[in-house]
């Protein structure tokens, strides 16, 4: 049998954020986190996570209560430096994938090597799992969030509880 769970997350406050110089540094200090300088990275700090998803480009996750904070904060601390903020709330769910057979399911459409040594834990990319377009992040050894468009999720849910069947009964569980 499989050892792997599928827990739909709560809502989250959701922005990315595209800058450089020093509006990078304007944003992690308004954020709360100094925003990853190395590809595929994350930080984080408390509930805040800043994913590098492009040499100039961030997805920054908070609780949802936190949005219009965070809105505020950001205005203030960019003023007029050249960037770009767009709030992306309800446009994406996520999913967390965990258990000791996380790195099994979702590599059943996952074209990424995702062993530890390969994506290891504060690792994250846009990459695809089967036809949709996802952010994937290794929060730790045997735990991955995955962050999927509203319109995708009801078939990436399905995709994954197949996987999960399908490889469970390969395996004769």
């Known amino acids: 049998m499989l ?16 800058g450089r110089g020093p509006a990078v540094a304007a944003a992690g200090a308004a954020f709360g986190i100094e925003l990853p300088q190395q590809p595929c990275r994350a930080a984080e700090t408390g509930p805040r996570a800043a994913l590098w998803l492009g ?8 609780p949802h209560g936190a949005r219009d904070e965070i809105w505020r904060d950001m205005a203030e601390r960019l003023g007029s430096a050249p960037h770009a903020l767009v709030e ?3 446009r994406q769910v996520a999913v967390v994938v965990s258990g000791a ?6 590599s059943a ?7 530890i040594t ?16 996802i952010v994937l992040w290794r929060r730790a050894q045997g735990s991955f969030h995955l962050e999927v468009w509203r319109s ?9 509880e197949e ?4 490889l469970g009964s390969s395996r004769g569980g």
Do not use: M, N
């Open 163 to 166: 996987a999960v069947w399908g």
């Open 118 to 133: 390969a994506f290891p834990v504060g690792a994250c990319t846009r990459t695809v799992l089967s036809k949709a377009e």
């Open 3 to 18: 050892r792997v769970s599928l827990i739909e997350q709560p809502r989250f406050a959701r922005l990315i954020f595209r």
């Open 109 to 115: 459409g996952c074209p990424l090597d995702l062993d």
């Open 152 to 160: 995708f999720a009801a078939y990436l849910a399905a995709f994954l």
């Open 88 to 90: 992306v709330s309800d």
């Open 55 to 62: 040499p100039d480009e961030w997805l920054l996750i908070a």
């Open 101 to 106: 057979d996380a790195e099994l399911v979702l």
